[in-house]
């Protein structure tokens, strides 16, 4: 089993940045993938970044490229998400998520990781 914990969550200013963290306990030496969701009120789940654990692959989805960046540090079990440049749009509720088995495609499904956080919510204020 893999424990998820994010923090870092708040509000800001469009424009502005934050970063999250999603802090893994546990089984963490099975770690294949983690990523980050978001889900805004009355929208589906939506695929925001991933990383693979070992060799640092990154992933992001097309409404973030090129302005948030996931980062791993395994010595601390820890993945970031810095969020740069943000948009009202980006608000929603950011959730950590964890794969423990070989996959290989693109890690930006929901149903392909096994483990999630309670989310943290990201506002940013127009």
């Known amino acids: 089993q893999v424990q998820l914990l994010e923090s870092g969550g708040g509000l800001v200013q469009a424009g502005g940045s934050l970063k999250l963290s999603c802090a893994a306990s546990?089984?963490?030496?099975?770690?294949?993938?983690m990523g980050w969701f978001r889900q805004a009120p009355g929208a589906e789940r939506e695929f925001v970044a991933a990383?693979?654990?070992?060799?640092?692959?990154?992933f992001y989805g097309d409404s973030v490229k090129g302005r948030i960046s996931i980062s791993r540090d395994i010595t601390k079990n820890t993945v970031y998400l810095q969020m740069n440049r943000l948009r009202p749009e980006d608000t929603a509720i950011y959730y950590c998520a964890a794969r423990d088995r070989f996959l290989a495609r693109v890690p930006d499904r929901i149903d392909v990781y096994g483990y999630w956080g309670q989310g943290t919510q990201v506002t940013v204020s127009s």
């Open positions: 990383t693979q654990w070992s060799g640092g692959l990154t």
């Open positions: 546990g089984r963490t030496s099975s770690l294949y993938f």
